[in-house]
């Protein structure tokens, strides 16, 4: 569908990556993986056509068209929202004549070639997107979309102008979902979402027809969807035929092949260097002395890159607040009319751990401001307990820093009021590395001064935190150190995030803002809270449908007559039954799926061990076999992980 060939890029003396070469077939999902600052976004600039490599470039098929959603900075004016998303249907015709061609295309390949194959691929993608495109369809399709994105129904007709930059971006989002490109670019999609439309995108796009390539600090979004990573480290990249935790795995394995392989490599250079010392005098063994030499100048060295420091960062140590941190008792919180929190009753206790969730306005970050007292609600109290000192970290906090300092100055200030340890080693957790903490705050960008305000206030001594979206410029590696400091943390905090994987570790309470309501309680971690709703959402569906079959029946009966309850259970035990033999079959596969994994997971690492000692190199031709066997078993693999990515979407659809 489209390969990228012998890409590089280099800014100045940096090489970000060098002659980058892969390809990105039908209904791939390609996750970019590494540090900020790598390349990843650079590289789907490339792809998107924004940007051009130094070297190389992109080979793709006339029909393949690509959609690019960046991270920020998409603007809409001059029509309504329904208008605008609309646009996404001006291409039907486009795709009508790509169809066209492809039928051509058939008349002309060989059945049995692998081109052949890839146009059937392509082929059927068209024709489901043109059926999707009827125009029978574009309104339902439309209206489903933003409604997913969270838009509601008298929001279809407001000016794209009255939104601000989050909801832009969801605009732009549900115009390129619906276009349906072949090749879908998302560059940090979920940065805007609440929890409930990162949930709802994930769903959509599992069913996407196309390929996607996605950069994403939201692990879980990572290990869902993706099921090829390429990982930016050090200026090289690697590929890896799994998602982000299957390259997380594979990567330590690897790393550990090569550093026995370098070991095995520097004891036969020293028996070499120790044979060549030895004889180096005796002239009846100059020619094997001078062999032994020529043997180590032409070896290729194994190199070991030193992995990066482990940064252990620790709160200071917080004196001990009393029982309740926080009481709000009666609060409300109006802006003129509009009424954002309505007699709020909550109390939050020393230990507390608690992620803030819901949709976006229902209120989550005004209810950081009140409990932080950074603003006064309109009724009610908001009580501060016994000996409670807090800290708050929200983005506007960055607008706040002095931008006469530099980046080192900013945290040394922090530093003296009473807490220490390596500064350096704290900036490098938040990407500020090297020559990076003398730069001065004033020509950071927004996200650079977001990262140094949330590292300058995890100084401050304090017993209770509130941070409300403190993940949003942090790259994996950051969010790991920040969340080890937390699960660390002895008082108590309040985060508003949207990332799953992030919370789920440290987190024991979850508290959903809903508009119009009272925040619900939710005991356990986020997982848990979402998979508590949908418990509750499906009940209630069961209920209410329940409640309209007897309601229904009675009236067929007459009146005062109701389903007989034997009658009712015989019922449902036949509906479980039902269910119970469609997903027997299923998970017998599942099972049988898995344990394949296992068996070639287990033979592609023994192949791969072999194939990184140099020793096994001198077995005749063991080593030709042994390599195509590791690709034979690569690419059932691929096969595999599709297919077990696939039941278990069907299980869980049928659970």
């Known amino acids: 569908m489209l390969a990228v060939d012998k890409v590089s890029i280099e800014y100045g003396a940096r090489t970000l990556f060098r002659d980058l070469s892969f390809t990105i077939r039908a209904k791939e999902r390609w996750s970019l993986a590494g540090p900020n600052g790598a390349g990843k976004s650079t590289l789907m ?54 169809l066209l061609e492809v039928e051509k ?29 009827d125009v029978s369809k574009m309104k339902p399709r439309i209206e489903t979309v933003l409604a997913g994105l969270g838009f509601s129904p008298k929001d279809f007709e407001r000016q794209t102008s009255e ?71 050090n200026g090289r990249v690697e590929q890896y035929s799994g998602n982000y935790s299957f390259f997380l795995r594979e990567r330590g394995a690897r790393r ?118 950074v603003e006064k609600p309109t009724i009610g109290e908001c009580e501060e307990g016994h000996k409670v000192d807090i800290a708050y970290f929200s983005q506007t906090h960055a607008d706040e820093l002095d931008p006469t300092r530099t980046v080192l100055q900013t945290m040394e200030e922090s530093a003296r009021s009473g807490a220490g340890g390596n500064l350096r080693s704290i900036l490098g957790a938040f990407l500020f590395r090297g020559d990076d903490v003398f730069k001065s705050v004033s020509v950071l960008s927004g996200g650079e001064r977001g990262r140094l305000a949330l590292a300058k206030m995890l100084l401050e001594p304090a017993n209770f935190l509130i941070l409300d979206e403190p993940t949003n410029h942090l790259d994996l590696q950051s969010q790991e150190v920040l969340q080890k400091a937390l699960l660390d943390y002895t008082g108590a905090y309040v985060i508003v ?40 959402i499906e009940a209630e569906a069961i209920r209410q449908a329940r409640g309209s079959e007897a309601k229904t029946q009675g009236k067929s009966a007459g009146a005062g007559s109701g389903l007989n309850r034997k009658e009712q259970r015989r019922l449902e035990a036949k509906e479980r039954e039902a269910k119970a033999a469609k ?17 070639f997971e287990q033979e592609k690492e023994e192949i791969s061990k072999k194939l990184i000692d140099p020793e096994f190199f001198a077995t005749g031709d063991g080593a030709e076999k042994a390599t195509i066997r590791f690709s034979e078993v690569e690419k059932l693999l691929e096969d595999l992980y599709s297919k077990w990515g696939e039941l278990s979407d069907k299980i869980e659809e049928m659970g």
């Not at 690019?68 to 486009?94: I, R």
């Not at 390949?109 to 024709?127: H, I, K, R, T």
């Not at 020393?350 to 306005?361: C, E, F, P, Q, S």
């Not at 997903?583 to 068996?599: A, C, G, N, R, Y």
């Open 45 to 98: 600039k490339i792809i998107a056509g924004i940007e051009t490599a130094d070297t190389g470039g992109l080979i793709k098929a006339k029909q393949t068209t690509i959609g690019y959603l960046p991270q920020e900075g998409v603007h809409h004016t001059g029509t309504t929202v329904y208008g605008e998303v609309e646009k996404a249907f001006d291409d039907v015709k486009e795709l009508q004549a790509q």
């Open 105 to 133: 295309s058939f008349e002309t390949e060989d059945p049995s070639s692998d081109a052949y194959g890839d146009l059937l691929e392509v082929f059927g993608d068209l024709q489901m997107r043109l059926d999707h495109h």
């Open 163 to 233: 939104f601000s930059g989050g909801w832009q971006m969801r605009i732009a989002m549900a115009k390129l979902l619906l276009r349906e490109p072949s090749v879908l670019l998302l560059d940090e999609p979920t940065n805007h979402l609440d929890i409930e439309t990162v949930q709802w995108l994930e769903q959509w796009l599992r069913q996407y027809g196309g390929a996607i390539v996605m950069i994403s600090h939201d692990r879980s979004m990572l290990d869902n969807l993706s099921n090829r990573t390429l990982a930016f480290e």
């Open 256 to 373: 550990e092949q090569l550093v026995r392989a370098h070991q095995n490599q520097q004891k036969e250079i020293e028996r070499a260097e120790k044979l060549i010392n030895r004889f180096r005098a005796t002239a009846s063994k100059a020619k094997m002395v001078q062999s032994r030499i020529k043997a180590l100048d032409k070896m290729e060295r194994i190199e070991i890159e030193e992995e990066g420091t482990s940064i252990d960062f620790r709160f200071p140590q917080p004196q001990r607040s009393g029982q309740t941190v926080m009481k709000l008792e009666g609060v409300s919180k109006h802006y003129g009319e509009k009424k954002v929190l309505d007699n709020i009753e909550i109390s939050i206790e020393r230990g507390d751990k608690i992620a803030i969730v819901g949709v976006n306005g229902a209120g989550k970050s005004t209810f950081s401001r009140l409990i932080a007292k």
């Open 497 to 536: 995030s949207h990332d799953r994987s992030f919370l789920d570790p440290i987190v024991t309470k979850v508290l959903e803002f809903i508009p119009n309501q009272q925040p619900k309680t939710y005991y356990g971690n986020v997982s848990e809270y979402l998979a508590k709703k949908k418990a509750d």
């Open 583 to 599: 997903l027997k079959p299923l998970k017998t596969e599942f099972e049988k799926v898995e344990k394949d994994i296992s068996q």
